[in-house]
């Protein structure tokens, strides 16, 4: 199994940028892609972004607009840019295998019990 370190993660001031990367020990094979969640105190977990094994791409609507998420595949890395960020933006952020084998992913963890560490994005004035 793949393991992901996800870094990049920051305090911001409301309309700022971040970049998160998500670094995997190897090649995240086909039908296979890599999502981003997130979870804000005192709430669920929630899925917020995805690649697929095909590079298609899928986003909440919360988000759409504002983030961007791409690949790497020579440095086994995923990044979900942040533009625009809002306080509803501040979560822990932690990035899992999903699947993803066609131009759409599945924004579950594909995988049990695949959470690392994560990320803090704080976004604050």
């Known amino acids: 199994q793949v393991q992901l370190v996800e870094s990049g993660g920051g305090l911001v001031q409301p309309g700022g940028s971040l970049r998160l990367s998500c670094a995997a020990s190897?090649?995240?094979?086909?039908?296979?892609?890599i999502g981003w969640f997130r979870q804000a105190p005192g709430k669920e977990r929630e899925g917020v972004s995805c690649?697929?094994?095909?590079?298609?791409?899928s986003y909440i609507d919360s988000v759409k607009g504002r983030f961007t998420i791409s690949r790497d595949n020579t440095k086994n890395t995923v990044y979900l840019q942040m533009n625009a960020l809002k306080p509803e933006d501040t979560a822990v952020y932690y990035c899992a295998t999903v699947y993803g084998p066609g131009r759409t992913c599945v924004l579950r963890p594909a995988n049990e019990n695949p959470w690392g560490q994560g990320t803090q994005v704080t976004v604050s004035s």
């Open positions: 190897g090649s995240v094979r086909f039908p296979y892609g």
């Open positions: 690649i697929s094994a095909t590079d298609g791409t």
